[in-house]
């Protein structure tokens, strides 16, 4: 696809999400995507590499988790298992008033997210090298948000996450509709499903499952 056929894809989708992004926020996400592809001929990033999935199955998807939760000035948002910075990029992106801690255990991917950080100005971003189960328990119940996308199974992120979470705070997870998990695991990591909401991502056949959840009352 031509680039200007991108951007109406890219704008016109994150519209679709209830965002509208303007010139200089679009123009940060096609900065981001053309370095993407550059670092993936050297570095395992991602398996996506056409312009138009990367758009739809990296940014789009990512745009969707700010339905799971209120991005107020000063959210802190932990994001587990960055890999190549989605969602927490594009969401730091569209709302920059967002803290971000992205957190990623191999050196090349973290070096990656700093560079894009920088090639961005992405102010108030930070990335941890480290292992979520490593991290400091100074940073327990540290965020109101946390995500997970890339990282292993739902149970996994309850299980490495929930200790993360404010007490009002909630875990935004976009799986396949057919992920499920069991009432023993949410009890067991002291959690409860607020919503699932399924979805098709924009100007796709994308099938998604948003689920949000939070501490036990």
Known sequence: MARNELQALLTKGAELLGLKLS?????????????LRKWNQKINLTAITDERDIIIKHYLDSFSYWTGFNPRPGTLLLDMGSGAGFPALPL???????HITLVESIQKKAAFLRHIIRTLNLSGTQVRVQRIGDLSASMDQGFDVVTARA??????????????LRPEGV??????????????TLGGAGMMVISRAE??????D???ALWVLGRKT
Request: charged residues 30%; hydrophobic residues 45%; negative net charge.
């Open 23 to 35: 010139q200089e926020q679009a123009a940060s996400c096609f900065i981001y995507l053309d370095e």
């Open 92 to 98: 730091k992106i569209a709302f920059p008033e967002l």
């Open 151 to 164: 990282f292993a199974c739902m149970e996994n992120a309850l299980a490495e996450g929930s200790r993360f």
């Open 171 to 184: 875990m935004v997870l976009s799986r396949g509709p057919e992920e499920k998990i069991d009432i023993k």
């Open 199 to 204: 979805m098709v991502l924009p100007l796709s």
């Open 206 to 208: 994308q099938r998604r």
